[in-house]
Nanobody
Framework: QVQLVESGGGLVQPGGSLRLSCVASGMIFRINAMGWYRQAPGKQRELVAT???????NYADSVKGRFTISRDNVKNTVYLQMNSLKPEDTAVYYC???????????????WGQGTQVTVSS
């Protein structure tokens, strides 16, 4: 059974940084694409970033230059480094895994439980 467990969320001031982690188990980590989504209250879920098995990354325009996704295939972990955070980054952040096409389509087969990120002074 695939399990994804996120951590690292919290409250941070505008301009601050956070690093989210997502540990995967029950799957062959290195053969799946990984992604981070977010959903703010009253808004649609948004794909924030993806990283392929080969390490190719893609980002939503809203986070380009501020967020960095990376993966460690030894630790079965994917990270989201978030810098220069803005109040509009406030959301629940979810880790997900499947093929890259499924991630981009918004329909990955496996999701984490989510971690809250709040950017506020």
């Amino acid at each position: 059974q695939v399990q994804l467990v996120e951590s690292g969320g919290g409250l941070v001031q505008p301009g601050g940084s956070l690093r989210l982690s997502c540990v995967a188990s029950g799957m062959i980590f290195r053969i799946n694409a990984m992604g981070w989504y977010r959903q703010a209250p009253g808004k649609q879920r948004e794909l924030v970033a993806t990283v392929t098995t080969g390490g190719t990354t893609n980002y939503a325009d809203s986070v380009k230059g501020r967020f960095t996704i990376s993966r460690d295939n030894v630790k079965n972990t994917v990270y989201l480094q978030m810098n220069s955070l803005k109040p509009e980054d406030t959301a629940v952040y979810y880790c997900a895994t499947d093929t890259l096409d499924a991630l981009v389509a918004g329909s990955p087969g496996y999701w984490g439980q989510g971690t809250q990120v709040t950017v506020s002074s």
